[in-house]
């Protein structure tokens, strides 16, 4: 088994990398360009769960494009596999996926990224290579990984709070503000405590303060 890389953090740049996709080769951090970046990988090609989130994410891709975010997946088999499975994935979801799916039969893109599954080691091909768990990754245009999350091979993730958590991170980005528990776009936001209820009251205007130290407002965009 390889060496592990580096561990990763938020607030770290995106490793680099060159790969073959579905879509052709690119260069990642050419990729990335000006956009948000949505890096989610994958086991392998024809599984099941696979299956439903490789289709849930791309019938819910307009709403990422919308938001100045592409979506590129991951998984361990090669293009011409990855073709095949992207009819199986349209035909069973309804969708028509159009992002990449990066190759990485030699697991080296996982390995960079730490993607590969250290608590089960049966989770393997059939060369006896280690699979990859369901990681995402949220990246933005300046190549810094902003969110992180990582689940079992055995257990699908929820598009919908990957792209709740985009939403929240452009908001508190775009605001200086934070997002309480749950938030989803229009809900009130949090004053952070490094700014004075009354700096807060110039900017935003109607504060509701629970506590000192908890107070809460709203966004009129």
Known sequence: MADRAPPLRLGS???DFDAETSNGPINFHKFIGDKWTILFSHPDDF???CTTEL???????PEFTARNTQLIGLSA??????HRWIKDIDEVSGSSLKFPIISDPERKVA???DMVDYQDTTNVDSKGLALTIRSVFIIDPAKKIRLIMTYPA???????????????????????????IN???GDDVVIPPTVSTADAKAKFGEIREVKPYLRFTSLKE
Do not use: C, M, Q
Request: aromatic share 8%; hydrophobic share 35%; no cysteine.
């Open 154 to 180: 055995s257990t699908g993730r929820n598009t919908a709070e990957v792209l709740r958590v985009l939403d929240a991170l452009k908001t508190t980005e775009k605001h200086g503000l934070t997002t309480p």
């Open 13 to 15: 740049t995106a490793p």
């Open 55 to 61: 289709g849930a994410f791309a019938k819910l891709e």
């Open 111 to 113: 390995y960079a990224y």
């Open 77 to 82: 088999n090669n293009t011409e596999s990855h």
């Open 47 to 49: 599984t099941p769960i």
């Open 183 to 185: 938030w989803l776009p």
